[in-house]
DNA sequence: TAGTCTAAGTTACATAAAGTAAGCGAAAAA
DNA sequence: TTTTTCGCTTACTTTATGTAACTTAGACTA
């Protein structure tokens, strides 16, 4: 039985998006530069553990750059580099699927 | 601290997309209707439990339809609906982040 | 000079999610 | 009666994630 051939790259861009948080990380970074502290806050549930994980793979795939300022205490500010940017097209097609197809009925 | 507020509809959708294998299963969909194994055998690494799981996922969701046919053995056969359909613009989305941005220097 | 404070993580441990492989039920064919 | 096929489940193992406490570095405070 054949197995249908996916898009290498494609694939990969798939990977990005279907890991837990990524895509959430990106998006909020969308908003502008941000620090540790603020994304973590920004994304209920999240835990440091796995921001710590995520912004490394990231930042390995030159979606975001981490920036060091010494002040004291350190600030570091995390942003989205060109290539993290080019998501930004990607997110309105989600949200106008999400406008269109997902409906809230009840209130919490 | 104010927390960001993430449209609800928004944040649907990105969970659904970020959750392991979803995207993958839709998209493998997009090509038409298939049955179990198919799609267990289109995507390496994807065991039956989980692919179980995401249907019936999917499903609740509205976003596949499941279709029994009465045969010997059975068959059944899992198709997008309209909704799952309109996953179409954005993997068209994906595909071009994808095509300017991921590169494969290396070839295995 | 010792103790304190803050941001940005890291570590050890606990829980949840996913992977693996074997098994099940139905119906028909051998 | 046994075998075969499909579409799953189940029991068990491994991996991923969550929680909470701890670390590091430099400047500030007592």
Redesign the pocket.
């Known amino acids: 039985m054949e197995q249908s051939q996916l898009c290498p790259r494609f694939e990969k861009a798939l990977e990005i998006l279907s890991?837990?948080?990524t895509a959430k990380i990106v998006y909020q970074l969308q908003s502008g530069p941000q620090?540790?502290?603020w994304i973590e806050n920004s994304l209920p549930?999240?835990?440091?553990?796995?921001l710590?994980?995520r912004?490394k793979e990231l930042e390995a795939e030159g979606i975001i750059q981490?920036d060091v300022y010494p002040e004291?205490?350190?600030?570091?500010?995390y942003k989205l580099t060109d290539k993290g940017k080019a998501f930004a097209p990607l997110f309105k097609e989600i949200s106008s699927w999400a406008e269109q197809w997902v409906d809230f009925p009840s209130a919490p």
């Open positions: 890991k837990r948080w620090r540790f502290v549930n999240l835990s440091g553990k796995v710590s994980e912004l981490r004291t205490p350190v600030r570091i500010e």
